[in-house]
């Protein structure tokens, strides 16, 4: 398994874009046999809206951290995504400020998009 590791995650958030890639690139290889693009597409969309109003509305950090619950609840759904669901929730803990948000963004944008390059089921 090619699960990042908290400290990667960490890193990652923290601004590590060769990092990043790299991590997203492996772990979009372990999930894209398991994890339908719609199943990760569900989140991602979550996290656009809340990207596009952007990190200086008063409701975007708490809506983030609702996105912890409803991870939860796809993985109790679908134990396919159980390490989707713990890798974006580690994320989203490293998520203090703009910055960390817009690096949380990508490394999820970079997870489904390598999740589709390498064949990621429908």
């Known amino acids: 398994?090619?699960?990042?590791?908290?400290?990667?995650?960490?890193?990652i958030i923290g601004g590590d874009?060769?990092?990043?890639?790299?991590?997203a690139n492996s772990f979009a290889v372990d999930i894209c046999h398991k994890v339908s693009a719609s199943q990760l597409?569900?989140?991602?969309?979550?996290?656009?809206?809340?990207?596009?109003?952007?990190?200086k509305n008063?409701?975007?950090p708490a809506q983030?951290?609702?996105?912890?619950?409803?991870?939860?609840?796809?993985a109790g759904?679908?134990?396919a995504t159980k390490d989707v669901k713990d890798v974006l929730?580690?994320?989203?803990?490293?998520?203090?400020?703009?910055?960390t948000f817009e690096s949380f963004c990508n490394f999820?944008?970079?997870?489904l998009a390598y999740h589709k390059a390498h064949g990621g089921k429908s």
Not at 1 to 11: F, L, V
Not at 42 to 54: D, E, S
Request: charged share 35%; aromatic share 6%.
């Open 1 to 11: 398994m090619n699960k990042p590791t908290a400290k990667e995650i960490r890193e």
């Open 17 to 23: 874009a060769r990092l990043l890639v790299e991590k």
């Open 41 to 55: 597409r569900n989140a991602f969309g979550t996290m656009k809206r809340l990207q596009m109003l952007g990190w």
């Open 58 to 60: 008063a409701k975007v």
């Open 64 to 74: 983030l951290l609702l996105m912890k619950p409803r991870l939860a609840y796809m």
């Open 77 to 79: 759904r679908h134990k």
């Open 89 to 99: 929730i580690q994320g989203i803990d490293c998520v203090k400020d703009e910055k």
């Open 108 to 111: 999820f944008e970079a997870i």
